[in-house]
Nanobody
Framework: VQLQASGGGLVQPGGSLRLSCVAS???????????MGWFRQIPGKEREFVAA????????NYAEAVKGRFTVSRDNAKNTVYLQMNNLRPDDTAVYYCASDPSIIQSTLRSQTAYAYWGQGTQVTVSS
């Protein structure tokens, strides 16, 4: 699986961005069977969980820091997962990564070690 994240940029506090992650999956396994996650990392810090959506698309999980401001969604017809980020704050500044795996159970959604496939990251900077 290859993942290509995009949509990052510079935005003022209180603004919005939408990140996209397009997946190229191997034949024989549909995109809809992959759980998709978003993580972020600040230089010098551990990569942290942001949000994830189960393969079924019916369950989403969010880090407390982004709950109520970020929304994860997916379009299986386009092999794409999105992260809509509203009311952005300076402490949201980070490189954002998308990740996927076909075999994640709900209890490990927040663990980066549960994801086998990673995109290259897209920089989000929130600053006035």
């Amino acid at each position: 699986v290859q993942l290509q994240a995009s949509g990052g940029g510079l935005v003022q506090p209180g603004g919005s961005l939408r990140l996209s992650c397009v997946a190229s999956v191997a034949s024989g396994r549909a995109f809809r069977s992959y759980t998709m996650g978003w993580f972020r990392q600040i230089p010098g810090k551990e990569r942290e969980f942001v949000a994830a959506m189960k393969a079924s698309g019916g369950y989403a999980n969010y880090a407390e820091a982004v709950k109520g401001r970020f929304t994860v969604s997916r379009d299986n017809a386009k092999n794409t997962v999105y992260l809509q980020m509203n009311n952005l704050r300076p402490d949201d500044t980070a490189v954002y990564y998308c990740a996927s795996d076909p075999s994640i159970i709900q209890s490990t959604l927040r663990s980066q070690t549960a994801y086998a496939y990673w995109g290259q990251g897209t920089q989000v900077t929130v600053s006035s």
